[in-house]
T-cell receptor
């Protein structure tokens, strides 16, 4: 268990509403990531962070923003949710004790946009 | 464009036999490769990795093979067990920052 908590675990929202997903880690790791998982696409990187206030875009960042004001929390915001953002969202951390380190994932947030 | 591909969406294997899951990649800059296992309603769990300086890495029943010239890696599970039934994702990285995942292969081990 990498000490990652995602909240909420499930969310149903309407098109056009803002949504924020939270990822909380207990071990002060520097690198945190947001992925989405969709059938036929696997896991795709949305945004990642390499420290407080340091974030960068991934392959599918349009329509999403992130914030990291504390080491332990990485927030993903959908400013105006669309049906195409219905997905399962996973947060991940990287321990980075050496140059190549695996990601460790949370249990996901299932988001449905109606 | 998908940089990491898993062309077999599903695989069924008898218990006790070998499971071979395959993965192809296109980016020659990838130097770190991983396999993850995912059960329903859970996050992916790291299984095994290999760096590009090796062509094989073994951990118990799991072995990953890397063929750099073919841009191909495979995961062998021997012997397969019913608890191995899950979706398996391969992933690759060039910088250690961004990881690119395949679309997954659903493995069913038949008792």
């Amino acid at each position: 268990d990498a000490g990652i908590t995602q909240s909420p675990r499930h969310k149903v929202t309407e098109t056009g509403t803002p949504v924020t997903l939270r990822c909380h880690q207990t071990e002060n790791h520097r690198y945190m990531y947001w992925y989405r998982q969709d059938p036929g696409h696997g896991l795709r990187l949305i945004h990642y962070s390499y420290g407080v206030k340091d974030t960068d875009k991934g392959e599918v960042s349009d329509g999403y923003s992130v914030s990291r004001s504390k080491t332990e929390d990485f927030l993903l915001t959908l400013e105006s949710a669309t049906s195409s953002q219905t997905s399962v969202y996973f947060c991940a951390i990287s321990v980075r004790r050496r140059p190549n380190s695996p990601l460790h994932f949370g249990n996901g947030t299932r988001l449905t946009v109606t | 464009d998908q940089q990491v591909k898993q062309n077999s969406p599903s695989l069924s294997v008898q218990e006790g036999r070998i499971s071979i899951l395959n993965c192809d990649y296109t980016n020659s800059m990838f130097d770190y490769f991983l396999w993850y296992k995912k059960y329903p309603a859970e996050g992916p769990t790291f299984l095994i990795s290999i760096s590009s300086i090796k062509d094989k890495n073994e951990d118990g029943r799991f072995t990953v093979f890397l063929n750099k010239s073919a841009k191909h890696l495979s995961l062998h599970i021997v012997p397969s067990q019913p608890g191995d039934s899950a979706v398996y994702f391969c992933a690759a990285s060039a910088t250690g920052n961004q990881f690119y995942f395949g679309t997954g292969t659903s493995l069913t081990v038949i008792p």
